[in-house]
């Protein structure tokens, strides 16, 4: 069965937004992703969450971008956060991305990656880190894209459930970056 291309935006503080997310980060965290949160993830503290994200977005801190299905309403997100130290202004941090468990292995998460890279150069930020529980599919998806591995730091977070977890550090330099510094 074929499925429809996701449709990437940049979101605004539309009505229901924070609603729409909290449902992507409340079934992440029930499948077990570990994206900064506990399980149970009470619905109150995932909404509370994304309003936070979209008031910092409004601030121009960060691009919150977002990924429909036709019919199906908001299936995924990222971020990309801009708000760093001012000796790193070519610098972007990508962030919280979420797929929707009906949702993957459809291309979603890459349409993501690929407009935050494209958002993330259109603001002048070249170079972009980002960090991920070691071994899974997100680690996959980025090195498909083409980010580098940095090294892997044990027992770094937790998963939902309690249990530790280790992280790696990723980077990218995006297209158009400059020759790098003392190579
Ligand atoms: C990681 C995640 C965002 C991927 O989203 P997705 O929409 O399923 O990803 P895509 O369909 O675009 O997959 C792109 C590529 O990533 C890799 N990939 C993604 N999921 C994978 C999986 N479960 N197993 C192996 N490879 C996988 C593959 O290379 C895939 O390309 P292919 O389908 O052509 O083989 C999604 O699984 C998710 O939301 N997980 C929970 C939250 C999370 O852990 N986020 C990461 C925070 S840093």
New binding site residues.
Partial sequence: MSVAAPAIRVAGSEAGLADALATVLTD?VE?G???GFMAPLARDRAVGFWQRVIASAGRGERILLVAELPGRGIV?TVQVILDLPKNQPHRGE????????D???????????VAAEAAARDRGRWLLV????TG???E?????LGWTAVGEIPDYALWPDGRLCSTTVFYKRLAGAPERAGA
């Fill in positions: 992440c499948r992703a570990s994206v995924g990508v962030a919280k991305m979420l797929v929707r468990s949702a993957r292995r459809c291309g979603v998460g890459r349409a993501l990656l980002l960090d991920t529980v899974g599919a997100a996959r998806l980025y090195r498909s």
